[in-house]
C-alpha cells in the first residue's frame, strides 16, 4: 500500500471541514475576524509552499512531479482562497468544493481500475444536486441546472493532466465560474430562489 496516495487521498476526503468558515461569524471575538484568521492560514501556506520551492523539499504525499512546481495542496488552496473572497457564494462554494474533495480521489481510482467515467460523473452530479438541496439553495429545477453545468465543468478539467497546473485548482476554478455566471445571467428570470 502507497502510503502517499492514501494520505493524499485521506486529506481530500476530510477537506470540507474548511466549509466550516460559513458557519463561523465574521467576528471572532478581541477583534481577530473570520476573514484575517483565514488569511493567516492561506498566507502561511503560501509560505511554506514557497519556502518548499525555494529549498527543493518534497513535502509528505506529493507526487514526484510536483517538486518543480506549485503542489497540488498549494493549488487546491488558491481555489478555495478563489472561492472565499472572489466567488463568496457558499451555495456555489460549498458544493463545488465537496466535489472536488471527494470526486477528484473517485475518478483516479476509476481511472487505475479502467472504470467507466460514467461513475466520478454521475456522483458528482448527485452530490452537487444533494448539496444544494440540503442547503434550499435554490428551487428544484434550478438545482438540477446548475448540477449538470457544474458537472460538465468539473468533469471536463478533472482528466487531462497539465505540467503546472492541477486538477485540485482547475476542479474548483471552472464550476464555481460557471455556476456564477449561469446564476448571474439568469438571476431572477429564471425563478432562482434567492
Known amino acids: 500500500m502507497d502510503v502517499s496516495s ?10 470540507p471541514v474548511f ?9 471572532l471575538g478581541g477583534g481577530i475576524t473570520r476573514t484575517s484568521v483565514t488569511l493567516l492560514f492561506l498566507g502561511t501556506a503560501a509560505c511554506i509552499e514557497i519556502s518548499r520551492i525555494a529549498l527543493g523539499l518534497r513535502m509528505f504525499g506529493m507526487r514526484t512531479y510536483e517538486e518543480q512546481r506549485v503542489s497540488a495542496y498549494a493549488q487546491g488552496a488558491l481555489g ?6 472572489v466567488i463568496r457564494d457558499p451555495r456555489i462554494v460549498i458544493p463545488v468544493f465537496i466535489g472536488m474533495a471527494w470526486i477528484d480521489p473517485l475518478a483516479g481510482l476509476c481511472r487505475r481500475r479502467g ?8 456522483t458528482y452530479f448527485a452530490l452537487f444536486l444533494g448539496t444544494v438541496l440540503l442547503m434550499h439553495s435554490f428551487a428544484i429545477q434550478n438545482a438540477l441546472f446548475f448540477s449538470a453545468a457544474a458537472t460538465v465543468a468539473a468533469i471536463l478539467v478533472e482528466g487531462p493532466k497539465h505540467v503546472q497546473i492541477d486538477d485540485d485548482l482547475l476542479m ?10 449561469l446564476l448571474a445571467g439568469f438571476g431572477t428570470g429564471f425563478g432562482i430562489s434567492m
Open 19 to 27: 466549509m466550516a468558515y460559513y458557519l463561523l461569524p465574521e467576528e
Open 80 to 85: 478555495l482562497a478563489f472561492g472565499l473572497f
Open 172 to 181: 474548483q476554478v471552472f464550476p464555481m465560474l460557471v455556476v456564477y455566471y
Open 6 to 15: 492514501t494520505f493524499r487521498r485521506a486529506f481530500h476526503l476530510i477537506s
Open 115 to 122: 472504470w467507466n467515467r460514467v461513475i466520478p460523473t454521475a
